[in-house]
């Protein structure tokens, strides 16, 4: 038994000692390494943020539309008032346009007395109405016209927005070149897309005589 197992051990030291050598391995029998399947040495880019140019900031106020066409003095009064709602209108748009403006009953505001009466202005295509109370005398007479909407141009409200918003490249909002909005509703949706790329949400909210406020909601 001694003997088997010491030739049990010289068999297995003879199978280990077979794969050796004592000459160093040449430069032919040592494989290149080889690099790992679906790497690559090249950096891999990473992707940035563009800059974008920022808009310039206005630096004057919106300019006052000058409106012509003022009657005479002595014009007949529903000729006056029309003109006087019209230049309003324009003038809270921020353009002048062509503006219309109807009131069933007008010619006859000239009569003493109080006169309640319906108006609708047009102006550049869209329309709103609004009421117009007429006080009459013998020799003069006072009028107002009030409305819970009013046309803007798009320009203005996105000129109020760029002189609000810090470092914006653009801005867009949710209007058509001339809207009519109400001044007692939650504005118009702007966005702001800045100089970073980011975008911000803001609100123009627009008064009855053409201002334009804003805020971000």
Request: hydrophobic share 35%.
């Amino acid at each position: 038994m001694v003997k088997a197992t010491a030739l049990g051990l010289t068999l297995l030291g003879t199978i280990f000692l077979s794969g050796c050598s004592d000459d160093p391995p040449s430069a032919a029998d040592t494989p290149a390494p080889s690099a790992p399947s679906g790497t690559t040495s090249a950096p891999i880019p990473t992707a940035s943020t563009p800059t974008l140019t920022p808009l310039p900031r206005p630096t004057k106020p919106w300019p006052t539309p000058k409106v012509t066409g003022t009657p005479e003095s002595d014009a007949p009064l529903a000729q006056r008032i029309r003109f006087a709602i019209s230049k309003e209108a324009q003038i809270a748009a921020g353009k002048t346009a062509k503006t219309t403006v109807t009131c069933p009953g007008i010619d006859d505001a000239e009569k003493p007395g109080m006169h309640d009466l319906t108006c609708t202005v047009t102006y550049a295509g869209k329309s709103y109405s609004g009421k117009l109370t007429v006080d009459a005398k013998q020799y003069s007479a006072t009028y107002k016209f009030t409305s819970e909407s009013v046309a803007i141009v798009k320009a203005k409200v996105v000129d109020a927005v760029q002189r609000t918003a810090t470092g914006a490249a653009k801005v867009t909002c949710t209007m058509d070149d001339v809207t009519v909005v109400k001044h007692t509703s939650g504005g118009i949706a702007c966005d702001v897309t800045t100089v970073d790329n980011a975008v911000q949400p803001y609100k123009a909210q627009v008064s009855g005589d053409g201002r334009v406020l804003v805020a971000k909601p």
